[in-house]
């Protein structure tokens, strides 16, 4: 390991707060209560619950009373006055072995119906993942959908001339150091089952590909050839990981086996072919070449073969990401003289939505279940990073109080 690198796993670093802006088309009016002793617990439970749902863009939260829990008898007359359509409380109660449990409930105000509800024991460290777990289960018995407030995220951050790759929850907060180095760390990846994470690390003063296992620290080199070594994307099934080397000459598309071997070249161009990153499917790869003159993305078979071009609109797009379902694009466009934003292509019809109002974006990611993307961008004089429903009228912004975030990556379902 080089030196100054070093592998770290630290208590919960909270240094983000949620804005949010915006307002949806249809959102259902919910409101969430302070849960019964949770100011004795350390976290805020229902404050993160509430921001959860906001934050995805299918709700509207509505004040009201407090002093509720999962164990209440609501007045739902009260409630549908103040026009709410689901209500949820619950409690934070320490349990004798030092672990809390975590409960709610959450009833149907327009019927008086009880919706049923759920209760976590954790350790203490764990609240905040078990307020996630809670706004999962209210979106998940409201919408008919997975929620994705339980899952984590990568991004790297430079403070004092230092890079740190992070893993956190997925509204920015808590969670730990993964790596911490005097070098640029770049391109952070997810596996599949989100048990490692590929990157680029400069540590060695060169682009090498690394691959880290999150509950051990350990980690190894992938690519380390001639040239550089860059881009890594994990196949569907984890298998395969396609990434871009420049081992013979110019920027090329290549893909090997999760292992390190059976390296094979996918790409036979005099362009730099970058970014590459797998459809759903397994069988098609979306990547960025300059091969017309300016950068757009290409798609071409994993299996091989020609490569078909996907962005016509504009002079310069970047950085696919493909939804969970493989039917929309997110990617990087330049407007005008500089401007760098996020646009939304349905790949079935072609059709673009420019979904960001500001001018430095990068790094789109989608959501596991595909109805959020999370990016980087500047907002403020602040590097901060936004996440947006796809049609991007709900953003919320995770503000860091460091001066660089940069790379966002939202990890997958499971935990």
Known sequence: MAAGVST?????????RVEIAGVGGTQLPIAVPEFRDEARAGQPVSAIVRADLERSGQFRIVDGPTGLSELSQPSFVDWRARQADALAAGSVTRLADGRMDVRYKLWDVVKGADQGGESHAVVPDDLRLAAHRIADS?????????????????????AGGRYSLRITDADGEGGQVALASPEPIISPAWSPDGKELAYVSFETRKAVVWVQDLSSGRRRVLADFRGSNSAPAYSPDGQQIALTLSREGGSQLFIMNRSGDGLRRLTQTQAIDTEPVFAPDGRTLFFVSDRGGGPQIYRMPVAGG?????????????SPSISPDGRSLAYITRIGGGAFRVCVMELASGSVQQISDTSDDESPSFSPNGRLLVYATRSGGRDVLMTSTLDGRIKAKLVSTLADVREPTWGPFGR
């Open 306 to 318: 020609s490569a078909e071009r996907v962005t016509f609109s504009g002079a310069y797009n970047i």
């Open 8 to 16: 770290l796993s630290l208590p919960a670093w909270a240094q983000f």
């Open 138 to 158: 209210i979106y998940q018995r409201l919408t008919g959908e997975r929620g994705v407030f339980a899952t984590r995220m990568a991004y790297v951050t430079k």
